[in-house]
Structure formats: C-alpha cells, structure tokens
C-alpha cells in the first residue's frame, strides 16, 4: 500500500461529508493500520479518514491517557452531555509556519456516548469524558466536513488562518 499524504487545510476533500462504509474490506483495514502508524508519527491523538484523502466514515483515535489505540468504522455521537469544557485543540490538518499544528480553545461537550463498528465488524459502544471525548467528537466532526476552526469566533479563527498561510 502507498504512503498515505496528508490533506492540509484549504483541500477540498476534508469538506466534504464521507459516505458510510458499506463493508469492513481489507483495503480499509489496511488503510486504517497505516492511519495508525501516520497518528503516531505525526504525535497526533486522532487521525480521520478525510485527512488522507478517503471520503468514508472510518477514524483512528488514541486515548493520551491509557494509550488505547480504536479503529473505528461507521461511528456516531449517539449522545452529548449538556455540560461543556473549553479545551485546546490543534488538527494534523491545520498546520503553521513551522508545520506544526496551530491550537485554540475549542468549547465541547464534556462527555459523549459512542457507537461503532470495529476492525472485526463487531458492534462497540463506550461512554466517553475528558480527552477522549474530545478527540472523538474532533474526528467525528471531520467526517462531516467541519474543522475546529469551525467553531472559533470570526477574530480567532483569522488568527488561525494567518499562522496556516504563512505556512503555504
């Protein structure tokens, strides 16, 4: 399997809604071990199929905490707390000058319940707090076609957009 590249800010596809994955093939299995191995390389905590260019509803998530990698295929936020939690996020695909990701407070559900299907096709359901409820709504966003950015005040979000065109 080729090297996956990794879609930057301003590249259409990661707009675009993903598709469901109809069936659990080992093109994807294999796409989500090299997404894995993409994560870690690029000391990310998530990584979702958009950001390499494939327009189906898979992701790969770390917990930062335990380290527990999850392929997840087909997920969905079946729940969200009411309660919210200013975090920073930055994205592997909104890089700055240095390359490296541009972060900003972000205002996010605390907590998230979970349903998806992993490598095996089995059913998964989690409850989700603190950083791992952040990353997976952060991925799940980018199956939608959102990026954090999305969620910034006009001010802020140009102050991120500035840091990634000094970049280009």
Known sequence: MNKLEMKL??????REKCETVPEIT????????????????????????????FLQRFLVMMNPDTKEVF?????????????????????LSVLGPDNMPVY????????VEVEWFDENGQGMRAKMSGSPARIVQHECDHLEGILFI????PIKREMVMRKVRRRK
């Open 104 to 111: 900003s407070d972000v205002v996010r559900p605390e907590s």
């Open 71 to 91: 392929k997840m295929i087909n997920p969905k936020i079946i729940s969200r707390s009411p309660k919210t939690c200013k975090m920073e996020e930055g994205c």
């Open 9 to 14: 800010c301003g590249d259409l596809v990661l």
């Open 150 to 153: 999305d969620y910034l005040s």
């Open 26 to 53: 080992p093109e994807i299995l294999s796409i989500l071990d090299e997404m894995v191995k993409v994560m870690h390389e690029q000391n990310g905590v998530g990584l979702a199929a958009p950001q390499v260019g």
